[in-house]
């Protein structure tokens, strides 16, 4: 599907990823309608960020992507529906997992539903890498065992085999795309990268963190967004499951070297038995196989580690960009 002028609706508009999907569409020439969730302030989240010009060129509906009816009134006359609306914090999953399953679960079928009720032509449903829990193997194909190691994760199963469901039913045109993790500007300070910069922006000489040893495969979320879009035009990725991915790993401890390095700080790393994950919980590998969406597509992560930190650690520098985040508190 060719996304230039096409009418494209952006759930979870107003959060980190999906803020940096909006500004990609308007690049590629969609028009662009993003869903924000309601809340009392009348806050776009992110979108409040972009200036003015930018802003005007986006249609914003603010709902609930647990309200069927909103949803379905959001989702009506669109091309193609982008759904990245979800509950995501995972130490958050263990103390409230109902409004995971609410939020991700039947968020996602409020979505499926819509979309099938409007034979909408391309629908890009967001998975994650926590599925896989533990690498059984690596680096980590789409084949690879799914495994419930936190409620979060668990209801991201649950979404994603609901999609998976639509498509096998009903033929409806979903691709669900399965990004390793994802860093950059905007990120959460629940995240790891944004907990270890922002820690060193406010001058801590000790750096909190929870367990040291566990891998992850890193990406700059403007790859995350290249891949998203490359899947939703790429007619053979419909009804597949699609990692996107660096094929990359780094320990937590090696990542905070590397960033405490790249800032010209030093800094003791501690280990924090407050923000370590229930032992069986832990996800201790994580190493993405990308050769799927690179046959499908030809995409390839075009920004290196290095090079994202970088820009991550300029944004993060500013203090009107931080003025907000909860530095020195362990952020649920």
């Known amino acids: 599907m060719d996304l230039k002028n096409r009418e494209v609706l952006?759930?979870?508009?107003?959060?980190?990823?999906?803020?940096?999907?909006?500004?990609?569409?308007?690049?590629?020439?969609?028009?662009?309608?993003?869903?924000?969730?309601?809340?009392?302030?009348?806050?776009?989240?992110?979108?409040?960020?972009?200036?003015?010009?930018?802003?005007?060129?986006?249609?914003?509906f603010s709902?609930?992507?647990?309200?069927?009816?909103?949803?379905?009134?959001?989702?009506?006359?669109?091309?193609?529906?982008?759904?990245?609306a979800a509950l995501i914090g995972i130490p958050f999953s263990y103390h409230s997992p109902d409004s995971y399953i609410d939020t991700n679960v039947k968020g996602t079928l409020n979505v499926l539903q819509a979309a099938r009720d409007f034979n909408t032509g391309r629908v890009i449903i967001t998975s994650t890498s926590e599925v896989y829990g533990t690498a059984k193997y690596a680096p980590i194909d789409e084949k690879h065992p799914l495994q419930g190691q936190s409620p979060y994760s668990a209801s991201k199963i649950g979404a994603d085999?609901?999609?998976?469901?639509?498509?096998?039913?009903?033929?409806?045109?979903v691709v669900t795309a399965r990004p390793f993790n994802t860093y950059g500007p905007r990120q959460s300070a629940r995240a790891i990268i944004p907990t270890i910069i922002t820690q060193l922006v406010k001058g801590?000489?000790?750096?909190?963190?929870?367990?040291?040893?566990?891998?992850?495969?890193?990406?700059?979320?403007?790859?995350?967004?290249?891949?998203?879009?490359?899947?939703?035009?790429?007619?053979?990725?419909?009804?597949?499951?699609?990692n996107i991915g660096s094929g990359r790993e780094i320990t937590i401890k090696a990542l905070a070297e590397l960033i405490i390095s790249a800032m010209g700080k030093k800094a003791d790393i501690i280990p924090d038995d407050l923000r370590k994950r229930p032992e069986n919980?832990?996800?201790?590998?994580?190493?993405?196989?990308?050769?799927r969406i690179k046959e499908l597509t030809g995409w390839k992560p075009a920004v290196s580690l290095e090079k994202g930190l970088s820009a991550t650690i300029d944004w993060f520098k500013d203090p009107e960009n931080i003025k907000n985040y909860k530095w020195d508190a362990y952020n649920v």
């Open 10 to 60: 952006v759930t979870g508009a107003d959060g980190f990823i999906g803020s940096h999907l909006v500004e990609a569409l308007l690049e590629e020439g969609a028009r662009v309608k993003a869903f924000v969730y309601y809340n009392s302030f009348s806050s776009c989240g992110w979108l409040d960020t972009f200036p003015k010009e930018k802003l005007k060129s986006v249609e914003i």
């Open 63 to 84: 709902g609930d992507i647990r309200d069927p009816n909103g949803v379905r009134s959001a989702m009506k006359g669109v091309d193609a529906v982008f759904h990245l």
């Open 161 to 173: 085999k609901i999609a998976e469901s639509f498509y096998l039913s009903f033929k409806l045109p």
């Open 204 to 242: 801590s000489k000790e750096i909190k963190l929870g367990a040291l040893h566990p891998t992850r495969d890193l990406n700059y979320v403007s790859d995350i967004c290249a891949g998203f879009i490359a899947l939703a035009k790429c007619d053979p990725a419909i009804g597949k499951t699609v």
């Open 281 to 291: 919980s832990e996800v201790e590998r994580l190493l993405c196989d990308n050769g």
